[in-house]
């Protein structure tokens, strides 16, 4: 049997977060984590940039319930390639909890699509950060796009904020809806209202198919996970941004746990007190709803919404 070993410096996600004081809406959706293997039913990928340490679809879901979610989408992660095996597996046990978001390469066929869909994927990632993808060329994303735009997927992108006046053209460009992950990765050390971040805020304006993540602040956070005058507010530079976005597009965006925080080697955050994190960011009961429950329902589970 194939062994893998952890990459070095890497960070197990946190094993007994807390219970969150903020009581998420009934039917909240964590719209962004990931399954890792177990590596001995599904390999992790030769092309992968880091071997992480297994997480299962039994922790996501028991984090689920912990947390107080109904549902979850679940993001292929790198270090799984383009087989979407484990993927599917979770999709299929979730019993209709779950939907996700699968890598596909160009020669993916049309009956693998189908499948895919069948189990609950609903759209695929095109990722644009080096350290975690080769580079595929901007013909072969947009060949992809243009498949699955039949299938009524969207495609969801991930890009550091650097990148983005170089890539806006390809995003503008593509045929389905668009969901951006981790609000672009803004440099949080810059003000909110500064040039970089209100390009990305014209992006979303100026583009109504665009959709966004305010996720990560423990990824994002320069100030980290510290109380501030004995109030619990951590990740708070990352405050102005999400409210930024929440405000501005409150029938756009979406939010998750990011769980098993892939690439940590700081600071693993502990999963309770990302939720408390969601209040500081969408500051009404009615901006909470759209952000855990409408805008996620509509997207994923049209049906149902
Ligand atoms: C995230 C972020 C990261 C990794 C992945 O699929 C992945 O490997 O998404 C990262 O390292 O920034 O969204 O989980």
């Known amino acids: 049997m194939q062994t893998f070993e952890k990459t070095p410096g890497w960070l197990d996600w946190y094993a007994n977060p807390s219970k969150p004081r903020f009581q998420v809406p009934q039917g909240a959706v964590d719209a962004h984590c990931h399954i890792f293997g177990p590596a001995e039913r599904f390999p992790y990928a030769p092309e992968r940039k880091y071997t992480p340490c297994d997480a299962s679809k039994e922790q996501l879901f028991a984090l689920r319930d912990h947390l107080g979610f109904a549902r979850n989408v679940i993001v292929q992660a790198t270090c799984h390639g383009a087989d979407n095996s484990a993927l599917v597996d979770a999709l299929v046990r979730s019993g209709g909890r779950a939907r996700g978001i699968a890598t596909v390469r160009r020669d993916v066929s049309d009956a693998a699509l189908e499948a895919l869909h069948d189990a609950g994927v609903r759209g695929v990632r095109f990722n644009f950060i080096k350290r975690l993808v080769d580079f595929t060329p901007r013909d072969e994303l947009m060949e992809i796009a243009g498949r699955i735009a039949g299938l009524g997927w969207h495609a969801v992108i991930y890009f550091e904020a650097a990148d983005l006046p170089e890539l806006e053209d390809f995003f503008t460009a593509l045929p389905t ?92 955050p502990d999963d309770g007190l990302l939720v408390d994190f969601i209040p500081h960011i969408a500051r009404t009961v009615e901006l909470q709803r759209k952000l855990l429950v409408d805008n996620p329902m509509r997207l994923y589970w049209p049906d149902e919404a």
């Open 177 to 268: 809806t668009v969901v951006v992950d981790h609000m672009g990765r803004p440099d949080v050390g810059k003000p909110a209202e500064a040039p970089e971040f209100s390009r990305f805020v014209a992006f979303m304006r100026d583009n109504p198919n665009v959709w966004c993540k305010v996720s990560c602040p423990e990824r994002l956070s320069l100030s980290g996970p510290a109380a501030l005058n004995g109030e619990q507010n951590p990740y708070r530079d990352v405050v102005p941004f999400a409210r930024r976005i929440v405000e501005g597009f409150p029938g756009r965006v979406l939010w998750g746990t990011d769980w098993p925080h892939p690439n940590l080697r700081d600071h693993m």
